[in-house]
T-cell receptor, first 115, second 118 residues
Framework: KAGVTQTPRYLIKTRGQQVTLSCSPI?????VSWYQQTPGQGLQFLFE???????NKGNFPGRFSGRQFSNSRSEMNVSTLELGDSALYLC??????????????FGPGTRLTVL | GNSVTQMEGPVTLSEEAFLTINCTYT??????LFWYVQYPGEGLQLLLK?????DKGSNKGFEATYRKETTSFHLEKGSVQVSDSAVYFC?????????????????FGSGTRLQVQP
């Protein structure tokens, strides 16, 4: 079974631009969560989607948004990019909404660099 | 709110040495606890987990015991290998439902880099 895939793997943007990242969960998984990883802040939760609905959201500004499609694929969008948005963005999928009994499987991440 | 504190790295050990990476947490209620590992250029992989007090999670020679009295979940391995070199993250998950105030998202520690030398 294929794992979680994220595209693109690397991205370079300039300040003020917007970016869209894509995540394809493991086949059959319906829940997708997004995390931001930076050297300064570590791993922080962005949001979680299940059955095309946002079920949970972290403490990020409204510039960060996401959506989930009927095939469970998810996209996240960051508008008006800032230098501090440079990070590794990780997507994780699980069969159902994540809990101690539904393990989250992580993708390799998308490395975003904002110049 | 929830938080996880890990010992700072890097931790540098010789092959076959004993490993301990300390992890303590702050959480309301009864969280589940996890250790994830991140190899260079890869995403996170679940290494082991424990869902209630006194549970011991184990995998690939790694072990961690959920200690509620000390709010700790220290990672141990008796004999490390070069292939264990990676970054290790301690994390917790609130078991509560979002509509009751619980958050299912993982809260991570800052990560500890382990370097094992031959």
């Amino acid at each position: 079974k294929a794992g979680v895939t994220q595209t693109p793997r690397y991205l370079i943007k300039t300040r003020g631009q917007q970016v869209t990242l894509s995540c394809s969960p493991i086949s059959g998984h319906r829940s997708v969560s997004w995390y931001q990883q930076t050297p300064g802040q570590g791993l922080q939760f962005l949001f979680e989607y299940f059955s095309e609905t946002q079920r949970n959201k972290g403490n990020f500004p409204g510039r960060f948004s996401g959506r989930q499609f009927s095939n469970s694929r998810s996209e996240m969008n960051v508008s008006t990019l800032e230098l501090g948005d440079s990070a590794l963005y990780l997507c994780a999928s699980s069969l159902r909404p994540p809990s101690s009994y539904n393990e989250q499987f992580f993708g390799p991440g998308t490395r975003l660099t904002v110049l | 709110g929830n938080s996880v504190t890990q010992m700072e790295g890097p931790v540098t050990l010789s092959e076959e040495a004993f490993l301990t990476i300390n992890c303590t947490y702050t959480a309301t209620g009864y969280p589940s606890l996890f250790w994830y590992v991140q190899y260079p250029g890869e995403g996170l992989q679940l290494l082991l987990k424990a869902t209630k007090a006194d549970d011991k999670g184990s995998n690939k020679g790694f072990e961690a015991t959920y200690r509620k009295e000390t709010t700790s979940f220290h990672l141990e391995k008796g004999s490390v290998q070069v292939s264990d070199s990676a970054v290790y993250f301690c994390a917790l998950s609130d078991q509560g439902l979002p509509n009751l105030g619980g958050r299912r998202a993982l809260t991570f520690g800052s990560g500890t880099r382990l370097q094992v030398q031959p």
